[in-house]
């Protein structure tokens, strides 16, 4: 059996596989593990404008910025509205978030699984999308097993790296903090009132004093 080349995955016949296996809809989709940095619950997601369909928004993981997509727009799946997880995998050296409807399990496979995609597959997901199917006859399931480095045009590529750099500039607000520094000029502030008002009291004092002083001395 020839060793398994879809989508520019090349192994060795029998070589072991780890691959997150997730749903969209109602299929079963799948990344090599090596790809997953994290996985989180779905949290609140900034929209960025003037960003491509596929791009849903920016979130902030621990103070770093990441840009998340939806890959049921990108696989023309219909609106993204059951997302659970946010999957955050590194592909072209920068981290992104991708919204899955559940996360299922790790699987151990071996290349022998990894079966080129048929035409029902690639009609409707765009072959470079895909390393291949895995196919476990044994349970009578096929998973489709994505190419993240592949999943982006070059303009969606331009648009992630906007989105994050308008991220990196603007301080989101579901997830600002005030902080001691930021309300010290207010107490300065507050302080330096305070002062005026005080020093505004005792001039009115001594107004008063020499008012009544001057009434005395003209009796």
Known sequence: MAPANYGGMEEKSGDELQIVVFKLG???YACEIHKVREIIKMPSITPVPRTPAVIKGIINVRGKIVVVVDLKERFDLGKDEDGTHII???TDGRMIGVIVDDISHVLRITSDHVKEPPDIITRKIH????????ILEEQERFIILLDVD?????E???GLAAAEYHGNRT???DVKEITETELEPEKEEEEKNKE???KSGETRKKKKKRKSKSKKKKK
């Open 26 to 28: 109602d299929e079963e």
């Open 88 to 90: 955050l995998v590194e």
């Open 127 to 134: 072959a470079d999308y895909i390393h291949g199917i895995v």
């Open 150 to 154: 592949e999943l982006f045009s070059e």
């Open 156 to 158: 969606e590529w331009e």
């Open 171 to 173: 301080e989101l607000a």
């Open 196 to 198: 005026k008002k005080s």
